[in-house]
């Protein structure tokens, strides 16, 4: 079932109707409230993609699938998405990046956005952002890359890509039992401690860090979320 539903979500990611102009004035509108953040913001990591409302990523598509999905109300009047909707995916990229040595004056949420705007879109963005584009994405920066689908990660193999990665982006479904109510990335970060912190969790964490890369992603929303895929990240040679 996993290899089924990031397939759908590459296939889906290939449909884009975003015009070139939509995506320069994002990515000039983009840039403007990225310096504003970073004028009252002083840490690495972005933990609440809820302060980058502001941003605009993707636009409305047909009613009901807007209306199912992000929902009208976070519709700008342009018709652009409100990023505090769908900015997760981004975050995600964000905070690897930043974590492992990319900073903010290559890569800047802005910036991704701008590339994923171009390709790896969901439905325009009302359903965030194709694993396979963030893959492909972070291997264009350098980035020791591998995706792995929940289905075939037993506690074993957790703990193997555990070993092998600095970085990591889970994909979940919100619940496991309605799937519609949408999904979660999340970037997990390997401490110097040897524990796994979680961010941007959107207050699906009870902790900030946990003691295994297992206990991080499947803890999500209180062990109710179904994991869909993780993306180990390293800025050395894949080892799994």
Not at 156 to 178: L, M, P, R
Request: charged content about 20%; proline content about 2%.
């Amino acid at each position: 079932m996993d290899y089924l539903t990031v397939f759908i979500m590459r296939l889906l990611g290939l449909w884009n109707s975003l015009k070139p102009f939509e995506i320069d004035l994002h990515k000039a509108e983009n840039k403007e409230m990225w310096k504003r953040y970073q004028r009252t913001h002083s840490g690495w990591f972005i933990e609440d993609q809820g302060e980058l409302a502001a941003f605009k990523y993707g636009k409305k598509t047909f009613d009901f699938i807007t209306k199912n999905t992000v929902g009208k109300a976070l519709v700008n009047e342009d018709g652009s998405i409100a990023g505090k909707a769908n900015l997760c995916g981004i975050v995600a990229i964000y905070n690897a990046c930043v974590f492992l040595g990319e900073g903010s004056s290559r890569v800047s949420p802005a910036s991704i956005i701008e590339n994923f705007e171009k390709k790896g879109l969901l439905m325009n963005g009302c359903m965030g952002t194709s694993p396979r584009a963030i893959l492909n994405y972070l291997k264009s920066l350098g980035f020791d890359t591998k995706l792995y689908y929940a289905g075939d990660l037993g506690s074993k193999k957790y703990k193997e890509v555990q070993a092998a990665f600095e970085a990591f982006i889970y994909v979940a479904y919100n619940s496991a039992k309605h799937i519609r109510n949408g999904m979660h990335f999340i970037c997990v970060t390997k401490e110097p401690s040897g524990s796994f912190a979680v961010h941007n969790s959107q207050g699906g964490h009870k902790k900030s860090s946990y003691d295994d890369l297992e206990n991080a992603v499947k803890s999500y929303n209180d062990y109710g979320s179904k994991p869909i895929c993780v993306i180990g990240i390293n800025n050395g040679a894949e080892k799994v």
